[in-house]
């Protein structure tokens, strides 16, 4: 164990983050202020979701960290690390394994169950901040359901590129009421946003927290003429064959060689395991040197 | 005949000073009021009270709403004055850069009031946009151009089609032709004269510039320090005025 | 159709040490539907004065000007529009016009804007245009630019456009030839034969006497001036 309190945070501010957490459970997609600390790591380092993985991970907990859908990066490794010395919980890779995943831009292609809860790193939870600067302003635009204006975030990228470029933290609309940013996960994930785990939400910077709870609606924005779709690369994964999981393309060499393989290292090392093999893969077995 | 506006006895004061005080009149479908006056003389002041940007410290500006008749906009919640705002009311403000989103497209600012009362087809909204556009001389090739690439002239005759898109029944004015060049400015009044007419508008236009009024109000206050001292037909108003700040006005108007 | 009863004005000019000039007293004419009353009095008698007031542009400070049923001199601003629009029209010595309008559409607006369709408009605008001498290749242009002869025509034209059931005349033969002049006659005589009634002022003794029924020296209202 450690000197600190458990889990880093002191009681106090765990109580602030989960009162902030049960009401933006309450109002789901509604943004709820909160006092956000400092944290032992710079800003933009995931302070919104370690502050409220402290705030709902407890002694029994097994906690995943995922960044960009890899369990082994700096951040993520770093992130894990944290909580085992801090918490002492138990660390996992494995998404069925893992009862709190706290991540960065990605959701696991595993669906969730009803025991588990995701946490997301937000950088700028307000959907409205490109187009309406004032604080102010979009806060009335939620609160009166003003939401035109998203929509023509989404009609400058028809006009510009001929479709919805937007590809990542497209905007969806809560349970017919709030429209929140999803973080920065690509519009590949978007329909996993409807699942049965709780998927919490939490930036540092901007101090505030929302939430969706289980089997909530959620409905990616879009024109009758021009649908929510969600795109990932036209390939299978070169590691273990998925044909429906989110690719990462990875150059190889200099000559034009690239690979693409699945974003989520879990699933496909999983896939891999029980078999599965994609066209530039080796077996399993072999691969473990 | 109901009227479209019915102001009754507003007053805002900033502290001790008057913004505007005692103002009364009913505006009806079709009409163009123009205010003038001088700088201070309260005629802004009097624009954002009628407008809703602004709360007056006393009176009613009672509305002709679609669905319940005249309703005072003062006392109605915000929600309901704010959508007032985007459907049956337009604003169209001096600077067109506070008028308009200059890190949107052209055919963005336009659509966007369409957007807000949920119109959903790309297509039809895009459709609109370059109608509207081609209205205020605006052609076509610069749908997916910035505000930022237009001169004042253009940023000015957008932020009209922006207003209009909707099909208001209100509109207000706010110096529309400040700060253009003379050849600009006639153009914009030409087109802003034929809107009026072919929408069969109501507009409430606040100028110091007395060409505008000549050209474009039916209708005429002159405000002096908050107060309102003369009201009419615009023509009988320029031409023979009662007050003497309104004669001081007209004479001091240099003749070309 | 027109009965101007007993009015009076004077200006007061506020910022000339509040002078107060009255320029008419007592003054009352009757015109009927057929009937064209000429303004006569020297220069500065207050011809100019009395139209301007019977046309809602000067105030009138007591007495009654009834067209048809509307009063004039307490009417509000929008009955006095309605007024123009519909009923009385008035074509002013000078024309007055917004840059970058076509001559066409200068004479279809007054038609336009009692609700005549559009082709109806133009098809009329054009008979006028061409009656009153105005070339074709100038319909399209704004008459800014016109000399005064031809923009007096425009102003006639558009002027006679919409038929008004009662009509001002502010020197409607003033720097016409001829051949215009005998046009203009004709279609001031027109308009009589149609029921409108008309208060003109002529400097054209021979108009004057061609076509006015009554002749209304406003000499005799005039304060300082009457005998």
């Known amino acids: 164990m450690s000197d600190y309190n458990f889990a880093y945070l002191d009681e106090q501010t765990k109580r602030m983050i989960r009162r902030a957490i049960l009401k933006g459970l309450a109002i789901p997609g509604y943004q709820v202020p909160f006092a956000s600390r400092e944290m032992p790591m710079p800003y933009g380092w995931g302070t919104g979701g370690v502050q409220v993985s402290a705030a709902v991970l407890t002694p029994d907990d097994t906690f995943k960290v995922i960044d960009q859908g890899a369990d082994d990066t700096t951040n993520a490794v770093s992130i894990r690390r944290f909580f085992q010395k801090t918490a002492g919980v138990a660390v996992?890779?494995?998404?069925?394994?893992?009862?709190?995943?706290?991540t960065r831009h990605r959701i696991p292609e595993e669906a969730l169950r009803d025991d588990q809860i995701i946490v997301y790193q937000v950088p700028i939870p307000e959907p409205l901040r490109f187009l309406e600067p004032s604080e102010v302003e979009t806060r009335k635009m939620h609160a009166l359901e003003e939401y035109g204006l998203m929509h023509v975030k989404l009609y400058e990228d028809i006009s510009q590129h001929g479709d919805i470029a937007t590809a990542y933290a497209y905007?969806?609309?809560?349970?017919?009421?709030?429209?929140?940013?999803?973080s920065p996960i690509p519009k590949f994930d978007n329909p996993k946003l409807e699942m049965s785990g709780i998927q919490l939400f939490g930036a540092g910077r901007e101090q505030r927290i929302y939430a969706i709870p289980p089997y909530t609606k959620v409905v990616s924005l879009d024109f009758d003429d021009y649908p929510f779709q969600p795109t990932k690369a036209d390939h299978a994964c070169d590691l273990c064959g998925a044909p429906d999981s989110y690719l990462d393309e990875l150059?190889?060499?200099?000559?034009?060689?690239r690979m693409f393989m699945c974003s989520d290292t879990d699933y496909c090392a999983t896939r891999r395991k029980q078999g599965h093999v994609g066209a530039q893969g080796m077996p399993y077995e072999e691969d473990a040197a | 005949m109901t009227p479209l506006l019915q102001v009754e006895n507003i007053a805002k004061f900033y502290g001790a000073r008057i913004g505007c005080t005692d103002v009364s009149f009913d505006l009806y479908p079709g009409e163009v009021m123009g205010i003038v006056g001088e700088s201070g003389s309260g005629k802004s002041t009097l624009l954002n009270c009628l407008a809703g940007h602004m709360t007056p410290d006393r009176g009613a500006v009672r509305f002709d709403t679609r669905a319940e008749g005249l309703r005072d906009t003062i006392t109605m919640s915000e929600p309901e004055r704010r959508m007032l705002g985007r459907t049956d009311w337009a604003f169209v403000h001096q600077h067109a850069r506070d008028g308009l989103r200059m890190n949107v497209s052209a055919g963005g600012n336009v659509g966007e009031r369409l957007m807000a009362v949920n119109a959903r087809h790309y297509g039809d909204i895009r459709a609109e946009a370059i109608d509207w556009l081609g209205r205020v001389e605006i052609t076509e090739d610069r749908i997916d151009d910035r505000p930022t690439a237009f001169s004042g002239g253009m940023q000015q005759r957008l932020q009209i089609a922006r207003n209009l898109v909707t099909r208001p029944r209100l509109?207000?004015?706010?110096?529309?032709?400040?700060?253009?060049?003379?050849?600009?400015q006639a153009r914009l009044l030409d087109l802003l004269r034929g809107l009026v007419r072919e929408m069969n508008l109501s507009a409430i236009i606040v100028t110091h510039d007395l060409a505008v009024v000549r050209l474009l109000a039916d209708r005429l206050m002159v405000m002096k320090d908050g107060h309102v001292i003369e009201t009419g037909l615009t023509d009988q108003v320029l031409d023979d005025p009662q007050h003497a700040y309104t004669q001081l006005l007209v004479s001091s108007v240099l003749q070309v | 159709m027109i009965?101007?009863?007993?009015?009076?004005?004077?200006?007061?000019l506020h910022n000339q040490g509040?002078?107060?000039?009255?320029?008419?007293?007592?003054?009352?004419?009757?015109?009927?539907?057929?009937e064209c009353v000429a303004l006569t009095g020297a220069s500065g008698a207050g011809k100019s004065t009395?139209?301007?007031m019977i046309y809602g542009n000067y105030l009138t400070a007591s007495g009654r000007i009834m067209i048809g049923d509307i009063d004039v001199a307490t009417a509000a601003p929008r009955e006095i529009i309605q007024l123009r629009r519909r009923t009385l029209g008035y074509v002013s010595q000078f024309l007055r016009v917004v840059p970058r309008v076509s001559t066409l559409d200068v004479v279809t607006e007054p038609l336009r804007a009692t609700g005549t369709p559009r082709a109806a408009a133009v098809a009329q605008a054009k008979v006028l245009l061409t009656r009153l001498n105005i070339p074709q290749r100038l319909w399209q242009l704004s008459p800014t630019t016109f000399s005064g002869g031809e923009q007096q025509r425009v102003n006639i034209a558009?002027?006679?456009?919409?038929?008004?059931?009662a009509l001002l005349l502010d020197e409607p033969t003033a720097s016409l030839d001829p051949t215009n002049r005998a046009t203009v006659l004709a279609m001031i005589t027109e308009a009589k034969a149609r029921g409108a009634a008309i208060i003109g002022i002529f400097h054209d003794h021979a108009a004057r006497d061609e076509i006015c029924d009554h002749q209304f020296d406003v000499t005799q209202f005039t304060p300082g001036l009457a005998a």
Do not use: H
């Open chain 3, 50 to 52: 009395l139209m301007r």
């Open chain 1, 171 to 182: 905007p969806v609309k809560v349970e017919g009421r709030y429209v929140m940013d999803p």
């Open chain 3, 18 to 34: 509040s002078a107060e000039i009255p320029v008419m007293q007592g003054a009352s004419i009757k015109v009927a539907p057929g």
């Open chain 3, 3 to 12: 009965s101007i009863e007993n009015i009076s004005k004077s200006f007061v």
């Open chain 2, 171 to 184: 509109v207000f004015m706010d110096e529309p032709t400040g700060g253009l060049d003379v050849s600009v």
């Open chain 1, 251 to 257: 150059i190889v060499d200099d000559v034009g060689g």
């Open chain 3, 158 to 165: 558009r002027g006679f456009a919409y038929s008004y059931p």
């Open chain 1, 92 to 102: 996992t890779e494995a998404t069925s394994q893992a009862s709190v995943i706290q």
